[in-house]
């Protein structure tokens, strides 16, 4: 059964920094794309940043340049380095499998909040 446990989430500070972890279970992870997406209140699901098996990465424009994804396929563990966090970037982060551009997954975890204070 595949199992996706976001983590690291709070409030912090605009131009503060946060390392989000996602632990992954029931799956090839080392064979497996990744993707952290987030969701804003009001708005739908958006990818933000992908990891292949190799470890090349992809980024949304709206995060480039502050957050940083890697993986760590000994400990089936996948992350998100955020710094100079925005407003903007308040959400709930959530992480999964990807194929095809698009989640590989139906189940999601639970999510991990971020809040962004001004």
């Known amino acids: 059964q595949v199992q996706l446990v976001e983590s690291g989430g709070g409030l912090v500070q605009a131009g503060g920094s946060l390392r989000l972890s996602c632990a992954a279970s029931?799956?090839?992870?080392?064979?497996?794309?990744m993707g952290w997406y987030r969701q804003a209140p009001g708005k739908q699901r958006e990818l933000i940043a992908s990891?292949?098996?190799?470890?090349?990465?992809n980024y949304a424009d709206s995060v480039k340049g502050r957050f940083t994804i890697s993986r760590d396929n000994d400990k089936n563990t996948m992350y998100l380095q955020m710094n100079s966090l925005k407003p903007e970037d308040t959400a709930v982060y959530y992480c999964?499998?990807?194929?095809?551009?698009?989640?590989?997954?139906?189940?999601w975890g639970q999510g991990t909040q971020v809040t962004v204070s001004s």
């Open positions: 999964n499998g990807q194929m095809g551009g698009g989640p590989r997954f139906d189940n």
């Open positions: 990891i292949t098996m190799g470890g090349n990465t």
């Open positions: 029931g799956f090839m992870f080392r064979i497996m794309s």
